[in-house]
């Protein structure tokens, strides 16, 4: 498949495991931020969202944490499977719903 | 229904070629997004088009326009390529209602190859 990224930091887990990756924004304005999955030849698929006024949001099977102080988000997915494998993007948004990206983390998930 | 539909797939131009590259919306979407995705840079915003208007630009030269018709289908063109150009080009569509989440939904993107 296509590479979206080469050198990213990479996560390595076994199926079952709960997997957290992390982020860190530059914007301390932002209020509202999504969590893309992006698997090999694909565009980025919408995983959970989560606005400035919260600091934790439920998804099936997946958590966000946002932490205001220290700038920084966190994706907690839990039972992690190999379809999980993908690489995946913080992003903070702006006016007319522009989108500023992390550099991405790519998880890989051992059956 | 139809996701985001961006044409062509793939494509190999050669140095000082021009290029356009098209996106069909999500129907009832009226706002167009278009990212550039290289290994080096990551994802970066082009510009984004609500009913045929360019509202937001990024950081990119002049060589790399857009427009948006009034069916909200986008297209993209970049003049006078150069090796640096050479990525996935994603086009991502919104319904921009008025409050509330707006999610943006990409397409699988033009992969640009040039030579």
């Known amino acids: 498949g296509e590479s979206v990224g080469l050198h990213l930091p990479t996560l390595s887990v076994q199926e079952g495991d709960n997997s957290i990756i992390n982020c860190a924004y530059s914007?301390?304005?932002?209020?509202?931020f999504i969590w893309y999955k992006q698997e090999s030849g694909k565009g980025p698929q919408f995983i959970i969202d989560i606005r400035s006024n919260m600091d934790k949001r439920q998804g099936q099977r997946v958590t966000v944490l946002l932490n205001k102080t220290v700038k920084h988000l966190s994706l907690q997915i839990a039972a992690t499977q190999p379809g999980d494998s993908a690489v995946y993007f913080c992003a903070e948004v702006g006016g007319y719903s522009t989108l500023t990206f992390g550099k991405g983390t790519m998880l890989l998930v051992s059956p | 229904k139809a996701g985001v539909t961006q044409t062509p797939r793939y494509l190999i131009k050669t140095r000082g070629q021009q290029v356009t590259l098209s996106c069909s919306p999500i129907s009832g979407h009226r706002s167009v997004s278009w990212y550039q995705q290289t290994p080096g840079q990551g994802l970066q915003f082009l510009f984004e088009y609500f009913s045929e208007t360019q509202r937001n630009k990024g950081n990119f030269p002049g060589r790399f326009s857009g427009r948006q018709f009034s069916n909200s289908r986008s297209e993209m063109n970049v003049s006078t390529l150069e090796l640096g150009d050479s990525a996935l080009y994603l086009c991502a569509s919104s319904y921009q209602p008025s409050s509330g989440a707006n999610v943006l939904t990409f397409g699988a993107g033009s992969r640009l190859t040039v030579l």
């Open positions: 914007n301390s304005a932002s209020d509202y």
